[in-house]
């Protein structure tokens, strides 16, 4: 496992620059810090990685259907919704169906059977998501995603998805704003990284029957 100061020098090493101690050593390893984080974020929107399936437990609040799911930055994408108290599985629903639900004069309670993002919370940018019917007891929901990984800070940050991506996609972009300087060409540098994300798609991709098949739902 890669930490936040591996790859960022693992980068400078590819671009003949001194190693360093800490990722805000110089200017230049702040520089490389943000672009590791900015190749993070593409090769996590790449592919639904297994090391970022993550849980968001609700419990529920009888007579409350607006929660905040915390921890999610709205880059996650879904699998499933489950109530877990019930052993049902949710369905999404428009927003704008739930809206009737929830204005109409007598409004169904009972155990939740769908749910529908609804807004962010804006003090901490976290999703917020409406259930229906109503709850009337302390259902425990359980929102099982692929929830990307926190932006990278501390030296010691550990990387969850492959590190050979993210450090191929990094060097790319940093020999594209360097400039050519007799070492491999930025052009030929994303075709590696390319190359690199798609040899690690293909071995995430080969552990798992879903992406073999494809059925409607």
């Not at 501390?154 to 007799?182: C, F, K, M, Q, W």
Request: net charge negative; glycine share 6%.
């Amino acid at each position: 496992m890669s930490t936040y100061l591996d790859l960022v020098n693992d980068v400078l090493v590819r671009l003949r620059e001194t190693e360093v101690s800490s990722v805000q050593s110089t200017a230049y390893s702040k520089l490389i810090g943000k672009l590791v984080n900015d190749s993070k974020r593409r090769v996590e929107d790449a592919f639904d990685w297994n090391a970022l399936n993550s849980t968001v437990t609700v419990t529920c609040v009888p007579g409350t259907y607006n929660y905040t799911l915390t921890g999610t930055s709205g880059r996650f994408k879904l699998i499933d919704v489950i109530n877990d108290t019930t052993n049902y599985v949710l369905r999404n629903a428009p927003i704008i169906w739930l809206d009737k639900m929830f204005l109409i004069s007598n409004t169904q309670t009972g155990s939740p059977t769908y749910y529908g993002f609804n807004g962010i919370d804006t003090t901490t940018g976290d999703t917020k998501v409406d259930i229906f019917p109503i709850p009337n007891s302390s259902d425990v929901l359980r929102f099982n995603m692929t929830l990307p990984q926190a932006d990278l800070s501390a030296d010691t940050d550990i990387l969850s998805i492959p590190s050979p991506a993210v450090i191929a996609g990094a060097y790319a972009v940093a020999l594209a704003e360097r400039g050519e300087d007799n070492g491999l060409a930025a052009s030929e540098a994303t075709g590696i990284y390319r190359s690199v994300l798609a040899d690690h798609i293909a071995i995430e991709a080969s552990r798992y029957v879903e992406y073999d098949t494809w059925t409607p739902t």
